[in-house]
Every structure is written in C-alpha cells, then in structure tokens.
C-alpha cells in the first residue's frame, strides 16, 4: 500500500521546485465527518491533510471536492468528480471502515451505478497525480497517435512509473517529464505527455515521432 509519504515524493518528483503545498482546514474535514456522519477513510484524511482540494494538482482537470461538497449518494462515499461532471469516484459504505478501500465509478445520472475502478484509495489518487499531470498540471503539453516505434522509444528512455489495467494506459517519465501511453490497436495508440519546460517538450516533439494534434508551451 503506498503511503501519503510516497504520493508527496511522486507530487514532488512531477512539479520540482514548483510545488507548493497547502493542507486542507483541519476544521473543515471535521466538519465534513460530523455532517456526513461517517470518519474518513484514512488514506483520504491524510491527503487532504497533506494538499487541500484548491492545489493546482487537485483540480486542474478533475476535481478532488472540497470538504463541504462532499456526499454520501446511493451506497457510497463521493468524494472526486470528472472535469465535464460526467463520472463521479466514491467509496462504497461497506468499504468504508478500510484505511485504504478500493475506489469505485459512477456515471451522473439519477441514480448511480457503481462499478469498480481501483483496487485501493492511495493507488487511486497516484494514478490521478499523473493523469492530472498530462491534463494541464504541467504546463508545457502534447497529444498525439503514437506508432509502434514510439512506445520502444518511450520505454528504452524513461522508467515506466504506473500502470493501470481498467484504462489500459501507462505512465513513463522523470525529471519533470510524464509519458501517458494508452495501449496499442493496430500498431498505434494515443499519447500524452507534460513537462516542466518547453525545451523538454521539444525535445520530445523532435525525438518521438507522434503525429502531434496539440503542442502547448509557455
């Protein structure tokens, strides 16, 4: 199980001197507890007692709620929504008693199905620190097909740093630089990457050989 320890390295490891932390009220996670009637699953509270919801990480494209919208809806605990407002992320009540629970998906509609997501809560908020990361959390972005010759190159370069079988995507990268590979159909896939620099994107723009949709640098 990772602990709060190992997603600050990885939060630290992405943004580098950049990063600027500040941990949510203490007062408003009790609140939050007190109105819902239930105690936060411990790897949650941590977060929020490491990064508030406002951190840049936390809501650039999907969005960690804030203590005060968060809910109880149909069996389970929702505490992370998609940036279009389309999937809602929870924990089911009879989960909730685990430090560490699995984390579960819903689509917004009147009443929510909940399907599984992540096996675990703290797995569940490393894979959004990279997703976010290649959405904006970075400022220096690229999105393009990538070909077979790409994803040997990606993974001769960089270390991969995450996996997620239910997306069928992987992260690669270091020193302020994320790869997102989403697996291969018919010799070529989707990639994103995010850096910290524009001299890194280039770089990648010039190396990689990714047909580029969209290349954004400040």
Not at 40 to 60: E, F, G, I, R
Not at 153 to 181: I, N
Not at 189 to 211: K, S
Request: charged residues 25%.
């Amino acid at each position: 199980m990772p602990t709060i320890q190992e997603i600050h390295d990885i939060l630290q490891a992405i943004h580098g001197d950049a990063l600027r932390m500040t941990p949510e009220p203490q007062e408003s996670l009790q609140a939050a507890e007190a109105r819902l009637g239930i105690a936060l699953p411990a790897v949650l509270l941590d977060y929020y007692q490491l990064t508030a919801h406002s951190d840049h990480w936390n809501q650039v494209h999907n969005r960690l709620l804030r203590p005060d919208r968060l809910e109880m809806r149909d069996g389970a605990f929702v505490f992370y929504v998609e940036n279009q407002g389309v999937t809602v992320w929870g924990v089911l009540e009879e989960h909730l008693d685990s430090p560490d629970p699995p984390v579960h998906a819903a689509f917004q509609e009147d009443e929510l199905e909940w399907e599984a997501d992540d096996e675990s809560l703290s797995r569940f908020l490393i894979k959004m620190a990279y997703w976010q990361t290649v959405n904006g959390g970075l400022p220096n972005i690229g999105l393009g097909t990538a070909s077979e010759g790409t994803y040997q190159l990606v993974e001769a370069r960089w270390p991969q740093l995450f996996r997620d079988e239910g997306y069928r995507l992987s992260f690669f990268g270091g020193d302020g630089v994320v790869v997102c590979l989403f697996d291969q159909e018919d010799g070529s896939g989707e990639i994103q990457v995010a850096t910290r620099t524009p001299e890194q994107l280039r770089d990648l723009e010039h190396t990689l050989g990714v047909e580029w949709d969209l290349l954004e640098t400040v």
